[in-house]
């Protein structure tokens, strides 16, 4: 089944601590990128990566790096959370090329206090 | 990319026709309308996109006007699970991989 993999699904931690919510895709897409949600200001775009080994940033990259390594894997990594990285996360990918349908994941629900 | 407007919030009754405009009265010409949905505790969903001609697929038609500067999704029998918020966006395709720039978008209500 064609899908985007995240985990973990729920996590509260606290401020500084490092930590990393993995997506993955088993569709061989080139394009994938992160997303937050949060009330009133919708989804925005963190960062994204054309291809394996390029990465940019998106609208809202502050306090936030990635990686793209393999072509699969996209981790998306807090090196010191802070409360307003409280937010629900979502990661997509797609064929690079247009037009192209965006698949998501099922959402991280990060806290932290 | 250009700015849609869509109603805040829509009900239709199960087993009905909907239809869910959106206006995008800036819309230019290498701007494909995309639709998606977000149901309840879930990531969004891709349902259709056009560019000029409508569109049909197993999920749902895109009417689009014949100067592109409104859409309507059209959902043939509403089920309660297409209960969700559904999200009109333009995306300017000659630009590569650009984000999708969610809106409110519109929330619609099924009654049983």
């Known amino acids: 089944e064609a899908q985007v993999t995240q985990n973990p699904r729920y996590l509260i931690t606290v401020t500084g601590k490092k930590l990393t919510v993995t997506c993955s895709q088993n569709m061989n897409h080139e394009y994938m990128s992160w997303y937050r949600q949060d009330p009133g200001l919708g989804l925005r775009q963190i960062y994204y990566s054309m291809n394996v080994e390029v990465t940019d940033k998106g609208d809202v990259p502050e306090g936030y790096k990635v990686s793209r390594k393999e072509k699969r894997n996209f981790p998306l990594i807090l090196e010191s959370p802070s409360p307003n990285q409280t937010s629900l996360y979502f990661c997509?990918?797609?064929?690079?090329?247009?037009?192209?349908?965006?698949?998501f994941g099922p959402g991280t629900r990060l806290t932290v206090t | 990319d250009a700015k849609t407007t869509q109603p805040n919030s829509m009900e239709s009754n199960e087993e009905e026709p909907v239809h869910l405009p959106c206006n995008h009265s800036?819309?230019?010409?290498?701007?494909?309308i995309h639709w998606y949905r977000q149901l309840p505790s879930q990531g969004p969903e891709y349902v259709i996109h056009?560019?000029?001609s409508n569109v049909n697929n197993r999920m749902a038609s895109l009417a689009i006007a014949e100067d592109r500067k409104s859409s309507t999704l059209i959902l043939h029998r509403a089920t309660l699970r297409d209960a969700a918020v559904y999200y009109c966006?333009?995306?300017?395709?000659?630009?590569?991989?650009?984000?999708?720039?969610f809106g409110k978008g519109t929330r619609l209500s099924v009654i049983a």
């Open positions: 966006i333009l995306r300017d395709e000659d630009s590569g991989n650009t984000p999708l720039v």
């Open positions: 800036t819309i230019s010409g290498t701007d494909y």
């Open positions: 997509a990918s797609s064929h690079h090329g247009t037009p192209s349908e965006q698949y």
């Open positions: 056009g560019l000029t």
